[in-house]
């Protein structure tokens, strides 16, 4: 092989590499992207339905609840300016009370599911139930589970917050045919659909914060967790 030909094929693979990686890139950028506008539609729809209600409907969400949907949008506008334009502000860890959270994506999500004949519900659970975590990706995680449980279940969608040896979980449950695919798949397969993307953006929030989603067995319907380390000590759960 001549000099000049082990050149040009080094170029030729140098090349090919190149614009792998270019392609790469740019399917991640994209996908970020799409992931930010699809966490900034669904906050922004449930506001506005929240808002179309009848200031003397009883079920309207505080006014509390719409901030946590007004910051998810904010948070996603972020994203999408990290997306485009590279590298952005850190997520912050603090200590966050799940149960008041849970309250007010539960408060909002119900207005979106009235409008389906449904209901969205709080169960009992553990009121003390810690983590540390940024507050605004830990309501991406829950509210995505609660909007795929309104979006693609049936019947009432019930949600609660419990605990384990050394973690907390977000329960969702609703009384529709279940998951029609593993959860692995969901997350991990290939990038079509809003649930599947939904998912992710569930999968990857949990999973900063060390924790995890998966599905439990249910008679009816999809009942997903959220799981996350406790912020307390084991012996302090009740």
Do not use: F
């Amino acid at each position: 092989m001549s000099s000049l030909l082990l050149v040009g094929w080094l170029l030729a693979v140098g090349s090919s590499v190149l614009l792998l990686l270019a392609r790469r890139s740019a399917v991640r950028s994209t996908e970020r992207v799409v992931r930010a506008c699809h966490e900034l539609r669904g906050p922004l729809q449930n506001v506005m339905l929240a808002l179309g209600a009848p200031d003397d409907d009883a079920r309207r969400p505080p006014l509390r609840a719409l901030a946590v949907e007004l910051t998810r949008a904010t948070r996603a506008v972020e994203d999408l300016a990290v997306a485009t334009n590279g590298p952005g502000s850190r997520d912050e860890g603090r200590r966050v009370a799940l149960v008041p959270l849970v309250r007010d994506l539960v408060a909002v999500h119900d207005v979106a599911a009235r409008t389906r004949g449904r209901r969205v519900v709080l169960v009992a659970g553990d009121a003390e139930a810690t983590v540390v975590g940024d507050r605004d990706r830990l309501a991406q995680a829950i509210g995505n589970l609660v909007r795929n449980a309104v979006e693609h279940g049936q019947g009432t969608v019930r949600v609660g917050v419990g605990h384990g040896p050394g973690h907390v979980h977000v329960e969702v449950a609703d009384e529709g045919q279940g998951l029609r695919v593993p959860i692995d798949r969901l997350v991990h397969g290939p990038r079509r659909g809003r649930r599947g993307r939904g998912m992710r953006i569930v999968a990857d929030a949990l999973g900063a914060h060390g924790g995890r989603l998966r599905s439990a067995p249910s008679a009816a319907g999809a009942r997903m967790v959220a799981e996350l380390p406790s912020a307390r000590p084991r012996t302090a759960l009740r």
